[in-house]
């Protein structure tokens, strides 16, 4: 993602993190942390998943933030059941009567409105990989969150709601029955899902949420959903307080964000926010918890949804948002301006790194000034023109592409202007922020487990805190390193399984293998093809640190099978590793 470098390296404060609130099961509290996690000054941003699904209990689930009890609760809102014959009346306007405050939607319009109905519950079972052990998946739980029903025979909700699911059901507003949901598409930067279930008797006598534009500051905006403190649906209300490119928690990217002053509390997660005219302008998906903020919350607004529906359409599945592929600083220091070469009238950012593996890297280079993008000039803080006095980071251009897509950018080199066609991709990260739905890889030798680093492996080793308590090595190649190919991985030694074969390696945990048998090592199927094909004597192993492993190739080999038989490990690498 297009930042404006030098990017926060240092350890904010303890209370200043990106975060995720998803449920617990009904009698555990086991803590859970499934989303990447962005560094945010004096901010802990919540993804509000879903409320605990045993009413009895009002335990939830953490992750690097508070605990749902610090939560807010909705204050009232709550709507009886509909009453029968209530769908399929004429649609009521949400706009103000004659004396009444501009902007607030009357409370009676709000419960007979129609579009009430096509809010829906989402029941999920997940079952997430278990990065210690990743030959096996951890204990099942089960969570609430909210949906809505769009044209098409659509469910849109949030991701994070779905993730790792099992099973997932939805439940229409005063009914009884749950019925069956098949996940279509996941899209993990936009933090939305959608559904389509297929029982008709779901979809009668509904109308389906239509989509209004982007709102304005201080339009008025209600949020319904399943938050916590009741089983019923729950209305909220506020204004829009800012529009502008936000970090999403789950996505661990940055795209145009909503901000209201509506609450949105666990379990509000996937539901939509209406305008006045009862059209959806954004899915609630995370809030702001701080000790010095109050009623900051977060949605998507319709131009990323618009985007995540049309490619869905396109492509027959969520293919992602494109990236230029580079970190650029700002130039409105006017020597350095003047030292690159820039005219007075000349406005723009220069590029500090290109992705080596993104399309850009054949055209642009570091030092090179970006002028503009698509005709729209860019500044030299990094913003373009948005609408009547807002401006917006250029990052916004790039998100309303589709991947495949090009960009006509200009550039001035070496006090020379040059155009050229930028081909757009997706950000390929050496440390995923995702895994997106795959089993993690492994593979054994000699007791020795090897794995590939992602950021829900560090928040699986080291917790909520993994940003702060994670090997310094690994967190560097975490912030800064760029992947050199598109195969490239970092590939550790996650742990040990103690034998005699492996004596006096015990102790080494989460350190990055660099070589094998002098040969480096370019992702973790690469490292199981070289050591089943070795026919050396010895293995050795250069890892960081200048730390080296080295077993006796037969011994090793030999002795993996009884370790695997003693662990009750299936096979000594993951079905990936085996094509």
């Known amino acids: ?176 029955t749950k019925y069956l949901a098949t996940v279509l598409a996941i899209g993990t930067e936009c933090d939305i899902a959608m559904l389509t279930v297929s029982n008709d008797e779901f979809w009668e006598d509904v109308t389906p949420v239509e989509f209004g534009s982007l709102p304005r500051l201080q339009d008025a905006v209600t949020v319904v959903g399943y938050p916590i403190g009741g089983d019923t649906i729950s209305v909220t209300s506020g204004v829009v307080s800012r529009i502008e490119v936000t970090s999403y928690v789950h996505g661990a990217t940055e795209l145009l964000g909503v901000q209201i002053d509506a609450a949105i509390n666990a379990g509000n997660s996937g539901g939509p926010a209406f305008n006045d005219r009862g059209e959806c302008v954004g899915i609630a998906f995370q809030s702001l918890k701080h000790d010095d903020a109050e009623n900051i919350g977060y949605v998507i607004p319709t131009p990323v949804i618009n985007h995540f529906i049309t490619d869905y359409a396109r492509n027959g599945d969520y293919t992602g948002f494109p990236i230029l592929g580079i970190e650029w600083q700002k130039m409105e220091n006017p020597d350095l301006r003047k030292a690159l070469g820039m005219m007075a009238n000349q406005k723009g950012v220069r590029i500090r790194r290109v992705e080596p593996t993104a399309p850009a890297a054949k055209q642009l280079q570091s030092s090179d000034i970006l002028l503009s993008f698509d005709s729209i000039d860019v500044a030299n803080d990094g913003t373009v023109p948005f609408r009547h006095g807002e401006r917006i980071g250029f ?61 829900p492996y560090l928040r ?36 040990v399984l103690v034998a005699d074969i492996n004596i006096g390696y015990e102790d080494i945990v989460n350190t ?68």
């Open 1 to 176: 993602m297009e930042t404006p470098p030098p990017r926060k390296r240092g350890r904010p404060p303890k209370n200043a993190k990106l975060a995720n609130y998803p449920a617990s099961t009904g009698s555990q509290s086991n803590s859970r942390t499934d989303v990447a996690q962005v560094t945010k000054p004096d901010a802990a941003m919540v993804n509000h998943n879903n409320n605990n699904n045993n009413n009895s209990n009002s335990d939830s689930r953490k992750a690097d933030a508070k605990e749902v009890d610090d939560l807010e609760m909705i204050e009232g809102g709550t709507i009886p059941p509909s009453r029968p014959g209530q769908r399929g009346r004429p649609k009521k306007s949400l706009m103000a009567k004659k004396g009444e405050p501009a902007g607030k939607a009357r409370s009676d319009d709000v419960k007979d409105a129609p579009f009430m109905d096509a809010v829906v519950k989402v029941f999920c079972v997940h079952t997430e990989p278990n990065f210690s052990l990743p030959w096996q998946r951890k204990r099942q739980f089960s969570s609430n969150s909210s949906g809505f029903i769009i044209k098409d025979r659509r469910v849109l909700t949030n991701a994070h709601s779905v993730e790792h699911h099992t099973q997932v059901k939805v439940k229409r507003r005063g009914s009884d």
């Open 395 to 455: 990052s916004y251009l790039v998100s309303q592409k589709y991947t495949g897509e090009s960009a006509r950018v200009r550039i001035l080199r070496e006090s020379k202007i040059k155009e050229c066609d930028i081909h757009l991709a997706n950000h390929n990260r050496l440390v995923p922020a995702h895994i997106k739905g795959k089993p993690p890889a492994y593979y054994i030798l000699a007791g020795i487990v090897f794995a590939a680093i992602s950021v």
């Open 460 to 495: 699986s080793e080291y917790g909520k805190d993994y940003d702060y308590d994670a090997p310094v090595k690994l967190l560097d190649k975490l912030l800064h390193a760029m992947s050199q190919t598109d195969e490239e991985q970092l590939v550790v030694i996650s742990q």
């Open 512 to 579: 990055q293998v660099l070589a094998f048998n002098g040969t480096s090592v370019r992702n973790l199927k690469h490292l199981a093809n070289m050591v089943e094909n070795c026919g050396d004597q010895f293995l050795r192993f250069d890892l960081e640190y200048q730390q080296i492993v080295v077993l006796e190739a037969a011994a090793a080999k030999a002795a993996t099978p009884e370790i695997l038989s003693t662990h009750c490990i299936p096979s000594a690498m993951s079905d990936d590793l085996k094509t």
